[in-house]
């Protein structure tokens, strides 16, 4: 059976992702997330339908390792050489680009700059996905072919309700011309045509309403998909717009947010995070991880424990970020980095008394007096980044505190490369 390449992308494009991409686009998130719905067939439809298979496969080759999983939200800005090959190779002359990004935009609801960096996106995550795919198993150009026509029965589920591909001369990457979604098997095109229709797809399934007309007239016939698609509705806008109630605590709501993760195997296994809104004294509010960085600050800071501490207290009380990565090697901060230090701004300016110093640290692995000199810049680059004058202090600690040895994996070393803040009186 093939893999339905479909969930491996769409591990790489969970909330956290729709949430920062929207952040840095200054689009709305259900702006976002309905422009992905229809960029997603399309993209994958472009790589089972490219008439390159064999340049496509030898450049997916090239991006098992050009660690574009690693900043997707990176592409959002210019094209990078790769992701424009890409491009190329599955829809061919710019004309066939231009007619999906306006659709897709004037469907969205938001504008065709924003639309052509998600396709940047969606596409650095799909080229990334089944090259470390293609890498992990091997495959050949063969297999490769026959994994990509694997993939043409999971798209025509995935086609969002209202979109057509008809128009732009690619309904027949889905198997139909003309409309938006497959007709059941057995059933009349006129019939289908005249009857209301509504896909959802949700972990890969898809579950159809479908009125059926006969000469009785039935009000239910009509009245039930209408209440349904109603129901339908209201639950995506309540998902698209949750808004937390203004109190004066620290964290007023909580979501359980599950995403999907690719093993190195090429499983897809669930991983839960609960992301939280935690309220400021101004009533301001800010989204972040249930006992991340943000919440546990913002609890601190209103403590007791806070208040009475002495300098000497509070030097060995750190909090370390939760969402701030650096490219590899380097004191560049990845641009999903940004929304965390965003919000600790956010919370110093709420907390005007409050002085922090920032501290990097680097694993053991490497030379030690480079270690140190990386730490140092990335600390510094943080308090840049943050600007902020109650930033009083930046400090590369390089592997001083590193627990786990140099010859452990990098997975095990990965608790000692942290950044972190501490509270100064």
């Given at each position: ?7 491996l ?5 969970g ?68 992701i ?15 007619a ?44 490769f072919?026959s ?7 999971f ?54 309403i ?33 808004k937390a109630?203004t ?87 990845t ?44 600390a510094?680059v ?7 004058p ?24 990965e ?8 509270f100064?009186?």
């Amino acid at each position: 059976m093939s893999i339905n390449l479909i969930e491996l992308v769409k591990s790489q494009l969970g909330p956290e992702t729709v949430s920062q991409a929207a952040t840095q686009l200054g689009e709305s998130e259900s702006g976002v997330s309905k422009a992905i719905s229809a960029l997603l067939p399309a993209v994958i439809g472009g790589f089972s339908n490219s008439n390159a298979q064999s340049e496509l496969f030898s450049t997916l080759k090239d991006a098992a390792s050009s660690g574009v999983l690693s900043n997707l939200l990176g592409n959002l800005g210019e094209n990078d050489s790769l992701i424009s090959r890409i491009l190329s190779l599955i829809f061919g002359d710019g004309d066939k680009l231009s007619a999906l990004t306006s659709s897709v935009s004037n469907f969205a609801g938001i504008s065709n700059d924003s639309t052509n960096s998600l396709l940047n996106l969606i596409t650095g995550a799909t080229a990334g996905s089944l090259g470390r795919y293609i890498s992990d198993s091997n495959l050949d150009l063969s297999s490769f072919g026959s994994l990509l026509s694997g993939q043409k029965g999971f798209l025509s589920a995935l086609i969002p309700a209202g979109f057509s591909f008809g128009t732009l001369g690619l309904g027949n990457w889905f198997g139909n011309d003309t409309e938006t979604v497959n007709v059941p098997p057995n059933t009349p095109t006129a019939e289908a045509a005249a009857s209301p229709k509504i896909d959802v797809n949700r972990s890969g399934a898809t579950h159809e309403i479908t009125s059926d007309q006969d000469s009785g007239g039935s009000i239910w016939k009509w009245l039930l998909p209408l209440l349904l698609l109603l129901l339908l509705g209201w639950f995506f806008w309540k998902q698209c717009n949750k808004k937390a109630d203004t109190v004066p605590t620290a964290t007023v709501d909580s979501t359980t947010v599950v995403t999907d993760s690719t093993n190195a195997a090429g499983d897809t296994v669930a991983v839960t995070r609960e992301t939280t809104v935690v309220t400021l004294p101004s009533g301001k509010t800010l989204q972040a991880y249930k006992g991340g960085i943000e919440d546990q600050i913002v609890t601190f800071l209103k403590s007791d424990e806070y208040k009475n501490a002495t300098d000497e207290q509070l030097k060995d009380r750190w909090f370390n970020f939760d969402n701030l990565n650096f490219e590899f090697g380097k004191a560049v901060l990845t641009p999903e980095s940004k929304v965390q230090l965003e919000n600790l701004k956010m919370i110093l300016t709420e907390f005007p008394d409050a002085k922090i110093k920032i501290g990097a640290y680097t694993d053991k692995k490497g030379d030690e007096n480079t270690n140190l000199k990386l730490s140092g810049e990335r600390a510094n680059v943080v308090k840049t980044s943050i600007n902020s004058p109650q930033v009083k202090e930046a400090e590369g600690y390089g592997s001083k505190f590193a627990k786990v040895p140099a010859e452990a994996s990098d997975k095990e070393r990965e608790s000692d490369r942290k950044t972190a803040v501490r509270f100064l009186k």
